[in-house]
């Protein structure tokens, strides 16, 4: 058996407190985004993104937040991925930033739905050459004979599309937002009582801020 299956780690003093935080919670993680990125964290922008498809069967995956909206994340995808079909036929979604350096999470639960043609074009045009290839080359999430077949599609694309000139975003790919109706912020405590500070939205569009327990 792996040793760490038993291993028991103290996750340190550093409180969270409900006085201590923002009452925005996009400030407030926009805030402990930052201190990750200072902190040498790897990719701190990943976030585990949980879906449902209709038959009811949950998945989980990690994707890359590429946005921080007054009201919601966005990230990009596959359409037809799927993440994408599951989020078609049900919106509902959560999403966890687990910073374990840091004895630190960061949770989000709510709605996704699409980004306006528009956003997902900018963002498209923003991404390196190689990956709007690969974009248009995968049917992400479906079945295919090797990887050979894969790169072939690849290389018929970059001698359609050489570096330097434009490639077409697909139409089935672009972003999602994630309107949260709840956000948690977990802070890794002694003895296992860690702390959980929930907020939740009110129909006024103001937060309420709660203490949960460990």
């Not at 990750?36 to 038959?55: C, F, H, I, K, R």
């Not at 359409?79 to 979604?93: F, M, V």
């Not at 699409?114 to 049917?139: K, M």
């Not at 912020?185 to 937060?207: A, E, K, N, V």
């Amino acid at each position: 058996m792996p040793d760490s299956l038993n291993a028991h780690n103290d996750y340190g003093s550093e409180s969270l407190s409900e006085s201590d935080v923002d009452a925005d919670p996009f400030a407030q993680f926009t805030g402990w985004l930052r201190h990750a990125e200072a902190q040498g964290v790897y990719e701190p922008n990943a976030m585990v993104l949980a879906t449902v498809d209709p038959s009811g069967q949950a998945s989980a995956r990690t994707v890359l937040l590429r946005g921080i909206r007054p009201n919601g994340l966005e990230f990009f995808t596959d359409y037809d991925s799927r993440k994408g079909r599951a989020l078609a036929a049900n919106p509902t979604a959560s999403a966890v930033f687990p910073w374990y350096r840091l004895h630190r999470q960061v949770l989000f639960y709510g709605e996704a739905t699409r980004v306006a043609a528009e956003v997902s074009d900018a963002y498209f045009a923003t991404r390196p050459h190689g990956s709007r290839i690969a974009a248009l080359a995968s049917e992400q999430s479906h079945v295919i004979a090797d990887r050979a077949t894969l790169e072939e599609r690849v290389r018929d694309l970059e001698r359609r599309y050489p570096e330097g000139e434009d490639v077409p975003r697909p139409s089935d790919w672009g972003g999602f937002l994630l309107v949260p109706r709840q956000v948690e912020f977990w802070q890794g405590r002694t003895s296992r009582l860690h702390d959980r500070i929930r907020y939740t939205t009110q129909d006024d569009g103001s937060w309420l801020i709660e203490r949960l327990q460990p």
